[in-house]
């Protein structure tokens, strides 16, 4: 799996060679792109012709966001979602969430159960220590959201401050 680092050079690969396509067929054309006026960065100026060249071409602007969207990784529907739900019976105990896989590309979306007790707090955390440590947890407080880009739920433990406060999980599968 690629990394948003990755993912990004990727990204940024794919247009400069469509950029760098785009010219050269321009140039080849017999026009060379004019120097960039005094003053002008000339990363911009780059850009500014990339643009222009994009516009004088038969390239569909959003077939080539599709193209790019498709090789980072991200996905435009969902197929279907998943769902779990618990209780955390007992105070500042961390519990695990149950496995899930999470999709590249999407998100864990963590709730605090919006009938939980005035008061009470989810806490989401990435370990069980975590989870009963304030300094490590972000505290969701009853119809909170908290997205998380883990590839499995088993990765985030939760823990209370009001016994039998519920939460629940859920996470968008692919449509490819």
Do not use: H
Not at 56 to 77: E, P
């Amino acid at each position: 799996m690629a990394t948003d680092q990755e993912k990004a050079v990727i990204v940024g690969g794919v247009a400069a060679g469509a950029g760098a396509l785009l010219l050269g067929r321009k140039a080849a054309g017999g026009s060379t792109p004019p120097p960039p006026p005094p003053g002008e960065d000339p990363e911009l100026a780059l850009l500014r012709q990339i643009i222009a060249a994009i516009k004088d071409s038969n390239v569909k602007l959003d077939d080539l966001k599709k193209a790019v969207d498709i090789i980072a990784g991200f996905y435009r529907n969902s197929a279907t979602i998943q769902i779990a739900g618990d209780v955390c019976p007992a105070i500042d105990t961390p519990y695990n969430l149950p496995d899930m896989q999470v999709p590249d590309g999407m998100e864990l979306m963590v709730m605090a159960w919006p009938g939980n007790a005035i008061g009470s707090l989810i806490y989401v955390s990435y370990s069980a220590s975590g989870a009963t440590n304030l300094n490590q947890v972000w505290p969701l407080v009853p119809g909170a959201v908290y997205p998380m880009r883990v590839q499995n739920a088993r990765e985030v433990y939760v823990a209370t401050n009001v016994p039998t406060s519920r939460w629940a999980m859920t996470a968008e599968t692919i449509r490819r």
